[in-house]
C-alpha cells in the first residue's frame, strides 16, 4: 500500500505563509498603501532668520532637527543669499554654518526640511555622562537635598523620580523647599529648567528639548518646551505642565539643550521665526523611501523602480494568475467546461479594452462568423496547418470588417476587436468546430458558452481597481495564489455540475445505509 504524500500540503501552506506575512510586512512595517490612491501627511518646517549687520565677517549658526523622534525628513533645502553654507557635526548636534565676508544689510536666511511621521524612530541615542550636582548657595542647597530625598523615596525609579519632581513643581500648594526653587525661575520654560537642575542634584541626565506645534498653515508657530530625562538606556519625555509621559504627536522637536536654536557673529539676529505647513503625499513614494532607508531588499525588488513603460505591462501580466484560478475554481469545484484552459484568461484580458457586455457580442460574432466559415473549409478537406492557417486568415479579416463596419455607424467600440487574441479565437472556431462534429451542437455550444461565463468572471474579478492595486504593490501575493490553486488541485470529489447527474447513486446508497431497500 502506498504511503500518502503530503508534502504538496506543506509546499501549499509554505506559499502562503511567505506570500501573506511578506505582505503583513510591507504593508504595516515599510507603510506600503494597502488601497489605491492612499496618502499619508509630510510636514514642512521652517525656520527663517533676519539679520541685522554689523562690522566685520559674518558667521550664523543654526541647530538643525535631526534624529527627531516620531519623525524622518524626507528633504530639506536652504535659502542663503550671498553666504557661504557648510553642513557638520558639532558636540553631537547636527548644525548649519553660514558665512560672509561683509553683510551689506538686511537679509534672511531659511532653513526648510519635509519631515514624514515615523513612530519607529525613539529619537536621539546618545548615552550623556552624568551629571555634577549643581553648587548653589543657601537655602537653595538645602532645599534641594531635601526635595531630592523626598522625591527618591515616593519613587520607584528614574521615570518615576522625574514624575514626581515635575509634580512638585506643578503642584497649586508647594511646600516651603519648592517655592525656594520656584522663586528663582518663572514660566513654563522656567520649570522645566529647574526640573533638570532637581535632576542633576540626583545624578540624573535630563535636559530641555524644544519643538514647535504642527498645526496646518500655521505662517508662524510659538517653541514649546518639554523635558527629557535619561533612564540609563534611552530618552524619555516629559510634558512640564501636566507631568504626562511622552510627547504629543503633532509636537516637533527640534533641537534640545538650553541655549538657543541660532547664534551670530558680526550681525544681530533681529528676528526668529518657526512656520509649518503640511503636504499630502502618495504613501508609494514614502514606502520607497522608508525601505530604501532601511536597507531594505524591497526597496530594489519593488516593481515602481521599473519604467513606466513595463509597470503598464506587469500590471497587465500580474491580473493573469487571477484568472487561472478562477478557472480552477469553476472547472475543479463547480464543473464549468471551456475550450482550453487559457483561452478565457485571455478573453477576460481583451473584455478590459471593450467593456464587458459589449466585448462579449463582438466575441460571439466574430466566432460565429468563423464557425460558419470553417464548416465550408471542411468541404474543401484542408490538411490541419493550412486549415488553421485559412481560420487565422479569415479571423483577422473578420476583425478588419467588424471594426470598419463600427466606425462608419458610430460604434467606436467596435474598433477594440483588434485586440481580442487573435490566436486563440482562430483555436477556439477550430476547437468548437471539432467538438461540434464528434459531440454534436449542444456539447460545443455547452463549452462555448462556459468560455464566457468564466471569461466574464475572470474579467470582473481583475477588473477591480483594489485588486489590480494589490497586486501590483504586493506581488508575492501570487504566492498565496498559487498556493491555494495547489490545494484546489488536489480536489478529486464531485463538482457541482455533478450532483445532479449521481443523485440517483447518492441516493440509492444512502437508502441501503439505513434498511430501506
Not at 538657543?260 to 514614502?286: C, K, M, W, Y
Not at 478573453?347 to 466559415?373: D, H, P, Q, Y
Not at 501590483?472 to 491555494?484: A, K, Q, R, S
Given at each position: 500500500m502506498k504511503r500518502k504524500s503530503w508534502h504538496w500540503l506543506i509546499l501549499a501552506l509554505v506559499l502562503l505563509v511567505v506570500g501573506i506575512g511578506t505582505f503583513v510586512y510591507k504593508a504595516y512595517v515599510l507603510g506600503f498603501p494597502v488601497t489605491p490612491n492612499m496618502e499619508e501627511t509630510t510636514w514642512t518646517v521652517q525656520v527663517r532668520l533676519s539679520l541685522e549687520p554689523k562690522t566685520g565677517p559674518v558667521k550664523v549658526t543654526l541647530l538643525l532637527p535631526d534624529q527627531v523622534p516620531g519623525f524622518e525628513r524626507l528633504e530639506q533645502s536652504f535659502v542663503s543669499k550671498g553666504f557661504g553654507r557648510t553642513t557638520l557635526e558639532r558636540d553631537g548636534d547636527r548644525v548649519a554654518e553660514w558665512t560672509i565676508?561683509?553683510?551689506?544689510?538686511?537679509?534672511?536666511?531659511?532653513?526648510?526640511?519635509?519631515?514624514?511621521?515615523?513612530?519607529?524612530?525613539?529619537?536621539?541615542?546618545?548615552?550623556?555622562?552624568?551629571?555634577?550636582?549643581?553648587?548653589?548657595?543657601?537655602?537653595?542647597?538645602?532645599?534641594?537635598e531635601a526635595i531630592i530625598e523626598d522625591v527618591r523615596a515616593r519613587s520607584a525609579d528614574i521615570e518615576s523620580f522625574a514624575f514626581r519632581v515635575l509634580e512638585r513643581l506643578n503642584d497649586a500648594t508647594p511646600d516651603e523647599n519648592t517655592q525656594i526653587f520656584q522663586s528663582r525661575n518663572e514660566g513654563t520654560s522656567d520649570e522645566v529648567r529647574t526640573a533638570v537642575e532637581i535632576l542633576a542634584g540626583a545624578r540624573i541626565p535630563a535636559t530641555i528639548v524644544r519643538g514647535v506645534r504642527l498645526v496646518?498653515?500655521?505662517?508662524?508657530v510659538d517653541v514649546e518646551s518639554y523635558l527629557a530625562v535619561h533612564n540609563g538606556s534611552r530618552w524619555i519625555y516629559f510634558d512640564p505642565v501636566d507631568g504626562s509621559r511622552g510627547v504629543p504627536e503633532d509636537v516637533f522637536l527640534w533641537w534640545r539643550g538650553d541655549r538657543?536654536?541660532?547664534?551670530?557673529?558680526?550681525?544681530?539676529?533681529?528676528?526668529?521665526?518657526?512656520?509649518?505647513?503640511?503636504?499630502?503625499?502618495?504613501?508609494?513614494?514614502?514606502a520607497i523611501e522608508r525601505a530604501k532607508r532601511r536597507d531594505s531588499v524591497f526597496h530594489h525588488l519593488s516593481l515602481l523602480n521599473l519604467p513606466v513603460e513595463s509597470q503598464a505591462v506587469y500590471g497587465i501580466l500580474l491580473m493573469v494568475p487571477l484568472g487561472a484560478l478562477i478557472i480552477v475554481v469553476l472547472r475543479n469545484l463547480i464543473g464549468v467546461k471551456t475550450f482550453g484552459t487559457?483561452?478565457?484568461?485571455?478573453?477576460?484580458?481583451?473584455?478590459?479594452?471593450?467593456?464587458?457586455?459589449?466585448?462579449?457580442?463582438?466575441?460571439?460574432?466574430?466566432?460565429?462568423?468563423?464557425?460558419?466559415?470553417?464548416?465550408?473549409?471542411?468541404?474543401?478537406?484542408?490538411?490541419?496547418?493550412?486549415?488553421?492557417?485559412?481560420?487565422?486568415?479569415?479571423?483577422?479579416?473578420?476583425?478588419?470588417a467588424t471594426s470598419l463596419a463600427s466606425h462608419s455607424i458610430g460604434f467606436e467600440v467596435g474598433l477594440s476587436v483588434s485586440l481580442f487574441p487573435m490566436v486563440i479565437m482562430a483555436m477556439t472556431i477550430e476547437r468548437m468546430s471539432i467538438v461540434w462534429d464528434e459531440r454534436g451542437p449542444a456539447e460545443a455550444i455547452r463549452d462555448g458558452v462556459g468560455s464566457l461565463i468564466i471569461a466574464?468572471?475572470?474579467?470582473?474579478?481583475?477588473?477591480?481597481?483594489?485588486?489590480?492595486?494589490?497586486?501590483?504593490?504586493?506581488?508575492?501575493?501570487?504566492?498565496?495564489?498559487?498556493?491555494?490553486?495547489?490545494?484546489l488541485g488536489r480536489y478529486t470529489g464531485y463538482r457541482l455540475s455533478e450532483l445532479g447527474r449521481f443523485r440517483k447513486v447518492v441516493d440509492f446508497s444512502g437508502s441501503r445505509r439505513h434498511g430501506s431497500v
Open positions: 565676508r561683509r553683510l551689506p544689510d538686511e537679509r534672511n536666511l531659511y532653513y526648510r526640511g519635509v519631515f514624514f511621521q515615523e513612530r519607529g524612530n525613539v529619537g536621539w541615542t546618545d548615552t550623556p555622562p552624568y551629571p555634577e550636582a549643581p553648587e548653589l548657595e543657601e537655602p537653595f542647597s538645602s532645599a534641594l496646518e498653515e500655521r505662517r508662524r538657543p536654536v541660532a547664534v551670530a557673529e558680526g550681525a544681530e539676529i533681529t528676528d526668529i521665526r518657526f512656520s509649518v505647513r503640511h503636504n499630502p503625499i502618495g504613501s508609494q513614494e514614502l487559457f483561452m478565457p484568461v485571455l478573453i477576460a484580458m481583451a473584455f478590459r479594452e471593450t467593456e464587458l457586455l459589449k466585448g462579449l457580442l463582438l466575441f460571439s460574432f466574430v466566432v460565429a462568423m468563423g464557425l460558419a466559415i470553417r464548416f465550408y473549409l471542411e468541404h474543401i478537406r484542408l490538411l490541419l496547418v493550412p486549415r488553421l492557417a485559412a481560420v487565422l486568415t479569415i479571423v483577422v479579416l473578420l476583425m478588419v466574464a468572471a475572470a474579467f470582473l474579478l481583475m477588473d477591480l481597481e483594489i485588486v489590480q492595486h494589490l497586486t501590483f504593490m504586493f506581488p508575492e501575493l501570487l504566492l498565496g495564489v498559487l498556493g491555494i490553486i495547489i490545494m
